[in-house]
């Protein structure tokens, strides 16, 4: 069965531009969250769908948005880029949302680079 | 507020030799524990995880142990390989309430095995 896959890969963004970042989530998963991954430091959430619904949010500012389709793929999107934005952004899929022995699968991620 | 404390890297081994790498944690209740793992210019991956105190996760060699009273979730391989050379994380994710549907993760260790 296919993992979680997310595209592109990698983006070069200048700063103030816009991007959206694409996941799709496992077969059979209806929950996919986003998580940034700075350079050499864990990652942070940032936020969860589960049916189509937010379900929960990091601390990160509202240029950050997402949203979750009814086949259960998220878009995530951030405007006004800023070169501290630069980072690995990873999509993770559940099954479910608020168990917290529900697993979370990670994508390979996308590498934004902000000029 | 829930937070994971990973011992500082970088990490060196010879192939061969025993492994630790200490996580503790800070949450209320009973959180459920994870190790992650991430190669070079990849995603997360789940290594093991464990739901309840006194649980051992397994897998590929490696364990790790719930322990409730000393909050904490090592890391352990008897024999590493070249291959285990990794950045390796540890997260937590709450049983219930605010912020049960994300991981708290620690900032990483790398480790490096050498033949």
């Known amino acids: 069965d296919a993992g979680v896959t997310q595209s592109p890969t990698h983006l070069i963004k200048t700063r103030g531009q816009h991007v959206t970042l694409r996941c799709s989530p496992i077969s059979g998963h209806k929950s996919v969250s986003w998580y940034q991954q700075v350079l050499g430091q864990g990652p942070q959430f940032i936020f969860q769908?589960?049916?189509?619904?937010?379900?929960g949010r990091g601390n990160f500012p509202d240029r950050f948005s997402a949203r979750q389709f009814p086949n259960y793929s998220s878009e995530l999107n951030v405007n006004a880029l800023l070169l501290g934005d630069s980072a690995l952004y990873l999509c993770?899929?559940?099954?479910?949302?608020?168990?917290?022995?529900?697993?979370?699968?990670f994508g390979p991620g996308t590498r934004l680079t902000v000029l | 507020g829930n937070s994971v404390t990973q011992m500082e890297g970088p990490v060196t081994l010879s192939e061969e030799a025993f492994l630790t790498i200490n996580c503790t944690y800070t949450?209320?209740?009973?959180?459920?524990l994870f190790w992650y793992v991430q190669y070079p210019g990849e995603g997360l991956q789940l290594l093991l995880k464990?739901?309840?105190?006194?649980d051992k996760g397994s897998n590929k060699g490696f364990e790790a142990t719930y322990r409730k009273e000393t909050t904490s979730f090592h890391l352990e391989k008897g024999s590493v390989q070249v291959s285990d050379s990794a950045v390796y994380f540890c997260a937590l994710r709450p049983y219930s309430g605010a912020g049960s549907y994300q991981l708290t993760f620690g900032k990483g260790t790398k480790l490096s095995v050498i033949p």
């Open positions: 949450a209320t209740g009973y959180p459920s």
């Open positions: 464990a739901t309840k105190a006194d």
């Open positions: 769908y589960y049916e189509k619904e937010e379900r």
């Open positions: 993770a899929s559940s099954f479910k949302t608020s168990v917290s022995t529900d697993t979370q699968y």
